[in-house]
T-cell receptor, first 114, second 113 residues
Framework: AQKITQTQPGMFVQEKEAVTLDCTYD???????LFWYKQPSSGEMIFLIY??????QNATEGRYSLNFQKARKSANLVISASQLGDSAMYFC???????????FGKGTRLHILP | DVKVTQSSRYLVKRTGEKVFLECVQD?????MFWYRQDPGLGLRLIYFSYDVKMKEKGDIPEGYSVSREKKERFSLILESASTNQTSMYLC????????????FGPGTRLTVT
């Protein structure tokens, strides 16, 4: 079974609209971390945002926020006021407390339309 | 500023050649990782290392080996390159025992002809 599921292979969004990228995860650990990375066409992986399993508030970083719903095992990325430069591949990932490895989803390719 | 570097951005090799991909980090991280990335498959872990001379297989180790003689350097070796190893290879590092992110290098796009 997949540990990280991103159900949207691709999305098209109009510039300036808000975007929600879906991510669900599967773990039996109580302690874990959830991450989102952005990968532009140049290929580098850019860390965007982190949410710890014990964090009570949703993480925010500028225009990025993580909608963390623990009971539903959901960690959606919200990008407010999208920009053309947000066009990229986005990966959701999880690190379980007992493990140093990070498990990645298959990604969502986001296209921002002018 | 933290940095992970990879020896090449683009590499073209012939089938059967031995290929070395080098990764260096300057953050004194114990953990280092090699992934390959293919369209529709996301990032798949090939090998990782949690200390010098230590290594563990990831999800797809077949056809690859690794070497970590120094803390800052983690090498991925394709003993006899094949066309199905054409891919993007990403190296990453992270500190141990904390729920922190991995830091990635720029990637090496390898083509095996």
């Amino acid at each position: 079974a997949q540990k990280i599921t991103q159900t949207q292979p691709g999305m098209f969004v109009q510039e300036k609209e808000a975007v929600t990228l879906d991510c669900t995860y599967d773990t039996s650990d109580q302690s874990y971390g959830l991450f989102w990375y952005k990968q532009p066409s140049s290929g580098e992986m850019i860390f965007l945002i982190y949410q710890g399993s014990y964090d009570e508030q949703n993480a925010t970083e500028g225009r990025y926020s993580l909608n963390f719903q623990k009971a539903r095992k959901s960690a959606n990325l919200v990008i407010s006021a999208s920009q053309l430069g947000d066009s990229a591949m986005y990966f959701c990932a999880m690190r379980e407390g007992r493990d140093d490895k990070i498990i990645f989803g298959k990604g969502t390719r986001l296209h921002i339309l002018p | 500023d933290v940095k992970v570097t990879q020896s090449s951005r683009y590499l073209v090799k012939r089938t059967g050649e031995k290929v070395f991909l080098e990764c260096v980090q300057d953050m004194d991280h114990e953990n280092m990782f090699w992934y390959r990335q293919d369209p529709g498959l996301g990032l798949r872990l090939i090998y990782f290392s949690y200390d010098v001379k230590m290594k563990e297989k990831g999800d797809i180790p077949e056809g690859y080996s690794v070497s970590r003689e120094k803390k800052e350097r983690f090498s991925l070796i394709l003993e006899s390159a094949s066309t199905n190893q054409t891919s993007m290879y990403l190296c990453a590092s992270s500190p141990p025992g904390t729920l922190s992110e991995q830091y990635f290098g720029p990637g090496t796009r390898l083509t095996v002809t």
